[in-house]
């Protein structure tokens, strides 16, 4: 049994038995064979991952993403043997949100009880948080008490503080910076992790801005000298954003010459994006789908004599090379990428961490079944309104008979939700308690303001989805987005209905782009276009249809017929996710009224979305699949 960190004493027993698994869990599907481009290696390699949110068992319904965390495990070793053997390096960056989103972290109490270990099997190099785990003190606190030391000095927090549990001290979450030489190439990084200007965090912590850190004296000294061969900026902020272009700006003004590699999250996309000659970007999607592959070819090795550092001809560079790859995160591409098999794959740390994450599953009974989905029902995969919208399916069927509080049941109620608090789609077949959470992962309860006037009311909707600019500052998430590059554009709200695709990331692949030379059947999946090209994506898909969705949709509950034009319909309850709430009230002030936070109530005695779906599913889908 091989562990990189101690674990809980019921896996250390468990594990002993099951060193002969065969990696990914047991009930995820095969995945299918499909054409692939190699990894383009170079003299400095990452594997990348973001805003994976506890999917680290895996897509068990997804072939094309089955792999789990201890796949990755073995993976990232498989691949770290071959740098080794070739002379090259290997880094493993991860740049946040880990959590929220999955049965497995959610459904424990208290919430990443298994969770924690299990990612802390993974030697990641360079790691930074998200926004997920400031949400609430205790995410925070369990980041700053229990990851940041499980990385001993490899967390980086370059603009973040926390209030120490036992001091009440604020202090940063972690180290700013690191300086570091890479083993093989004897390659001089300093590297940093930043947040972005993120503002929704629990008052235990502190999150400074990008603009002014980097003016700050130790970001300046940390920049300054001629001793560095790279910059490695790793961040859960979007890669085109000013955040980023502030950084990027700062250290220019500094090094006008030394490359510069940036990863980014949030925005849950495949993207990269071009700084400069010298600076490039990555951003590796969602959920565990995608393994992103940076690589590096063309660094100054000061550290180490030219006659002591192997370097074959296509790394003798004038300037450096960028290369990018996003890897479908299943055992089919791993086997292709390490000229393995499933006889000789997997490492007995990675299988130890795969049964770590069964018992965990089994623990918390995440394949119970509420019911049977009688269908696939898509948060951006069919336009709304649509029969197999997932926000449609809520807005026809669950909502009606579920938003009503015993106190009010008689009183018509408009209930408004944000797209964004979905977070996946429910597919045909068992709904259970893994899928309630990936539908539904969060906290958020309801709240209502009583008697608002109707024909105010009415109009929030349009406010909400318009994003009156003087007014709303909405966040990023607060709508469901579709898994694309942002430099997609959604049209107007008027186009709703219509196909979504824009030519620069979601393009149809060309047979003779396609390296598709057995003429396979394409599975669908990413079709990536970006700054690099159309040859982003390791496996060949069809495209997928993405289509817009607004920021939020109603649902009228209790309301009388004909009400649009019924003149005794003065007044309604207006419902909606606590999330919400301040662009609720703001909306309202946009409107001419003067509601506070204290005019509203809690709704439905605390119940939480994810409450309100399951119980609904296990009354209406009843029966097994």
Same mark, same amino acid.
Request: charged content about 20%; proline content about 6%; glycine content about 6%.
């Given at each position: 049994?091989?562990?990189?960190?101690?674990?809980?004493? =019921?896996?250390?027993?468990?594990?002993?038995?099951?060193?002969?698994?065969?990696? &990914?869990?047991?009930?995820?599907?095969? !995945?299918?064979?499909?054409?692939?481009?190699?990894?383009?290696? @170079?003299?400095?390699?990452?594997?990348?991952?973001? %805003?994976?949110?506890? $999917?680290?068992?895996?897509?068990?319904?997804?072939?094309?993403?089955?792999?789990?965390?201890?796949?990755?495990?073995?993976?990232?070793?498989?691949?770290?043997?071959?740098?080794?053997?070739?002379?090259?390096?290997?880094?493993?960056?991860?740049?946040? #949100?880990?959590?929220?989103?999955? @049965?497995?972290?959610?459904?424990?109490?208290?919430?990443?009880?298994?969770?924690?270990?299990?990612?802390?099997?993974?030697?990641? %190099?360079? *790691? =930074?948080?998200?926004?997920?785990?400031?949400?609430?003190?205790?995410?925070?606190?369990?980041?700053?008490?229990?990851?940041?030391?499980?990385?001993?000095?490899?967390?980086?927090?370059?603009?973040?503080?926390?209030?120490?549990?036992?001091?009440?001290?604020?202090?940063?979450?972690?180290?700013?910076?690191?300086?570091?030489?890479?083993?093989?190439? @004897?390659?001089?990084?300093?590297?940093?992790?930043?947040?972005? #200007?993120?503002?929704? /965090?629990?008052?235990?912590?502190?999150?400074?801005?990008?603009?002014?850190?980097?003016?700050?004296? $130790?970001?300046?000294?940390?920049?300054?000298?001629?001793?560095?061969?790279?910059?490695?900026?790793?961040?859960?902020?979007?890669?085109?954003?000013?955040?980023?272009?502030?950084?990027?700006? &700062? *250290?220019?003004?500094?090094?006008?010459?030394?490359?510069?590699?940036?990863?980014?999250?949030?925005?849950?996309?495949?993207?990269?994006?071009?700084?400069?000659?010298?600076?490039?970007?990555?951003?590796?999607?969602?959920?565990?789908?995608?393994?992103?592959?940076?690589?590096?070819?063309?660094?100054?090795?000061?550290?180490?004599?030219?006659?002591?550092?192997?370097?074959?001809?296509?790394?003798?560079?004038?300037?450096?090379?960028?290369?990018?790859?996003?890897? %479908?995160?299943?055992?089919?591409?791993?086997?292709?990428?390490?000229?393995?098999?499933?006889?000789?794959?997997?490492? !007995?740390?990675?299988?130890?961490?795969?049964?770590?994450?069964?018992?965990?599953?089994?623990?918390?009974?995440?394949?119970?079944?509420?019911? =049977?989905?009688?269908? #696939?029902?898509?948060?951006?995969?069919?336009?709304?309104?649509?029969?197999?919208?997932?926000?449609?399916?809520?807005?026809?069927?669950?909502?009606?008979?579920?938003?009503?509080?015993?106190?009010?049941?008689?009183?018509?109620?408009?209930?408004?939700?944000?797209? @964004?608090?979905?977070?996946?789609?429910?597919?045909?077949? !068992?709904?259970?308690?893994?899928?309630?959470?990936?539908?539904?992962?969060?906290?958020?309860?309801?709240?209502?303001?009583?008697?608002?006037?109707?024909?105010?009311?009415?109009?929030?909707?349009?406010?909400?989805?318009?994003?009156?600019?003087?007014?709303?500052?909405?966040?990023?998430?607060?709508? &469901?987005?579709?898994?694309?590059?942002?430099?997609?554009?959604?049209?107007?709200?008027?186009?709703?209905?219509?196909?979504?695709?824009?030519?620069?990331?979601?393009?149809?692949?060309?047979?003779?782009?396609?390296?598709?030379?057995?003429?396979?059947?394409?599975?669908?999946?990413?079709?990536?276009?970006?700054?690099?090209?159309?040859?982003?994506?390791?496996?060949?898909?069809?495209?997928?249809?993405?289509?817009?969705?607004? /920021?939020?949709?109603?649902?009228?509950?209790?309301?009388?017929?004909?009400?649009?034009?019924?003149?005794?319909?003065?007044?309604?309850?207006?419902?909606?996710?606590?999330?919400?709430?301040?662009?609720?009230?703001?909306?309202?002030?946009?409107?001419?009224?003067?509601?506070?936070?204290?005019?509203?109530?809690?709704?439905?005695?605390?119940?939480?979305?994810?409450?309100?779906?399951?119980? $609904?599913?296990?009354?209406? $889908?009843?029966?097994? =699949?």
């Amino acid at each position: 049994m091989i562990l990189r960190r101690s674990s809980p004493s =019921c896996y250390i027993l468990l594990l002993s038995f099951v060193t002969c698994t065969q990696s &990914a869990q047991p009930s995820a599907p095969e !995945p299918v064979s499909a054409p692939l481009r190699d990894l383009p290696w @170079g003299q400095l390699n990452f594997l990348h991952t973001t %805003d994976t949110h506890g $999917w680290h068992a895996g897509h068990l319904q997804e072939p094309s993403y089955t792999g789990d965390w201890g796949d990755y495990i073995s993976f990232a070793e498989r691949l770290r043997a071959k740098a080794d053997r070739e002379g090259v390096d290997l880094l493993l960056i991860d740049t946040g #949100d880990r959590i929220e989103g999955n @049965g497995l972290y959610d459904a424990s109490v208290p919430k990443g009880k298994y969770t924690r270990d299990i990612f802390s099997e993974q030697d990641i %190099d360079i *790691i =930074c948080i998200g926004n997920h785990e400031l949400y609430h003190k205790s995410s925070s606190e369990s980041e700053y008490l229990s990851v940041v030391p499980s990385f001993k000095g490899n967390y980086l927090a370059s603009n973040l503080d926390i209030l120490d549990p036992e001091s009440g001290d604020r202090v940063p979450l972690a180290p700013r910076f690191k300086k570091f030489t890479t083993k093989n190439q @004897g390659i001089r990084i300093v590297a940093f992790g930043f947040l972005f #200007d993120f503002t929704g /965090n629990a008052n235990n912590t502190f999150v400074e801005k990008v603009e002014k850190t980097v003016r700050q004296k $130790w970001f300046l000294e940390a920049i300054h000298g001629r001793n560095v061969d790279l910059f490695l900026v790793a961040g859960h902020v979007l890669l085109d954003s000013p955040e980023y272009n502030a950084i990027f700006k &700062a *250290i220019r003004e500094v090094q006008w010459d030394t490359p510069i590699q940036f990863f980014g999250g949030h925005t849950h996309v495949r993207d990269y994006f071009r700084y400069d000659s010298k600076a490039y970007g990555l951003e590796s999607g969602r959920y565990m789908e995608t393994i992103g592959f940076m690589s590096i070819t063309g660094l100054s090795t000061g550290e180490k004599s030219k006659s002591h550092v192997v370097q074959p001809a296509n790394m003798l560079a004038a300037a450096p090379k960028f290369s990018r790859r996003y890897i %479908d995160n299943n055992l089919y591409s791993f086997h292709h990428h390490t000229s393995l098999n499933s006889s000789t794959f997997s490492t !007995p740390h990675g299988r130890n961490v795969s049964a770590m994450i069964a018992a965990a599953r089994k623990a918390l009974n995440l394949d119970h079944s509420f019911g =049977c989905a009688p269908t #696939d029902l898509w948060t951006n995969r069919a336009p709304f309104p649509h029969e197999n919208s997932i926000f449609t399916w809520l807005q026809k069927q669950v909502f009606p008979s579920t938003i009503s509080d015993p106190s009010r049941k008689d009183y018509p109620r408009l209930a408004i939700f944000n797209t @964004g608090g979905i977070r996946f789609d429910v597919f045909k077949g !068992p709904f259970t308690i893994d899928t309630t959470y990936s539908v539904s992962p969060f906290t958020s309860g309801f709240r209502s303001i009583k008697d608002v006037p109707y024909t105010t009311a009415m109009k929030l909707i349009t406010i909400l989805n318009h994003e009156v600019p003087q007014l709303l500052d909405l966040p990023y998430d607060l709508a &469901a987005r579709a898994p694309e590059s942002d430099e997609v554009h959604f049209a107007a709200a008027d186009t709703a209905h219509k196909f979504v695709q824009h030519a620069v990331n979601q393009a149809p692949l060309s047979p003779s782009s396609s390296n598709n030379q057995h003429k396979q059947p394409l599975t669908p999946g990413y079709t990536t276009t970006d700054v690099g090209g159309s040859d982003g994506d390791d496996t060949i898909h069809s495209p997928i249809r993405f289509y817009h969705v607004p /920021n939020v949709f109603e649902t009228r509950v209790g309301f009388p017929s004909h009400s649009s034009g019924d003149p005794e319909l003065k007044t309604v309850d207006l419902v909606y996710v606590d999330f919400i709430q301040r662009y609720v009230l703001l909306a309202l002030e946009f409107l001419g009224t003067d509601y506070k936070e204290g005019d509203t109530d809690v709704y439905m005695d605390g119940t939480t979305m994810t409450e309100v779906i399951s119980r $609904w599913v296990e009354e209406n $889908w009843k029966g097994d =699949c």
